[in-house]
């Protein structure tokens, strides 16, 4: 049995695969949103978030004999929790992450924090498109929402939970974007230029999420872009395919899913 962190579409995509190719699974996931999908492909869950004690009893519980993290690349502690859970049980970790794409442009500021990113974004003024969803929004309305020089939008999904962080922070409706991906280079040009945008904050989540149409669209349009890069963490057995994944759990793959 595998417990799975299934934090992104191509994380739930490998648990499918996985189940095809023969393995049990539980899979686990913060939102309802991103448990229908894994329900749709009859992939076991839980939702919520899980501590360690709470983690390390579910692998007892359910007999787990491996953890697979593919959550979020910014999920920080949902990896260290996953790793801590697997050394307390005496099991195997493996990693499951998007490939980094490296970026070098004139345009491109990167940051190792969201309150760096919040800090330089503090010198420009216009209209800053903050694409880094509710989790640190707090973050950027404490440095930017009363700067009368800039105007903050917001882009998040489209959830009662974030719409309320909004409300709570003092967003108004009109700087919110309430949408959810993955969108194509022209819909990002549609919207930074419908919002007349001068600064783009975002993150380096990987092709898989969208980072790249993001990326070129604001690029071609000249528009400035504060990246944040992913988190520093020593991760075991890492990978970044699919194939990777398999590999490490030994090859059962019985010809079902070609690479």
Not at 188 to 194: H, V
Request: aromatic share 6%; with cysteine; hydrophobic share 40%.
């Amino acid at each position: 049995m595998i417990l799975f962190l299934a934090g992104t579409s191509d994380a739930r995509e490998l648990a499918s695969r996985l189940m095809q190719a023969g393995y049990d699974l539980v899979a686990t996931v913060v939102t309802d949103s991103a448990a229908a999908s894994l329900k749709d492909a009859n992939v076991p869950y839980h939702v919520g978030r899980l501590t360690e004690q709470q983690m390390s009893e579910l692998i007892e519980e359910r007999y787990v004999t491996t953890v697979v993290d593919a959550s979020h690349p910014y999920a920080e502690e949902a990896s260290k929790t996953a790793m801590a859970a697997a050394n307390i049980t005496g099991i195997p970790y493996i990693r499951y992450e998007r490939p980094q794409q490296s970026y070098v442009h004139p345009l491109v500021t990167e940051v190792e924090t969201y309150k760096e990113a919040a800090i330089a974004a503090s010198a420009h003024s216009g209209t800053i498109m903050l694409t880094t969803g509710s989790k640190t929004l707090a973050v950027f309305t404490e440095q930017l929402l009363h700067n009368e020089n800039i105007r903050l939008v917001c882009r998040m999904l489209p959830n009662k939970e974030n719409m309320d962080k909004c409300n709570a922070l003092g967003v108004k409706q009109r700087d919110i974007i309430a949408i959810q991906g993955p969108f194509s280079k022209e819909l990002n040009k549609a919207l930074y230029e419908q919002f007349s945008t001068t600064l783009i904050i975002t993150k380096e989540s990987g092709k898989v999420g969208s980072v790249d149409e993001k990326m070129d669209a604001a690029l071609e349009m000249g528009i400035p872009v504060i990246l944040i890069k992913r988190p520093k963490i020593q991760y075991e057995n890492l990978c970044t395919s699919f194939e990777e994944v398999f590999e490490k759990l030994g090859g059962k793959n019985n010809g079902k899913y070609e690479f």
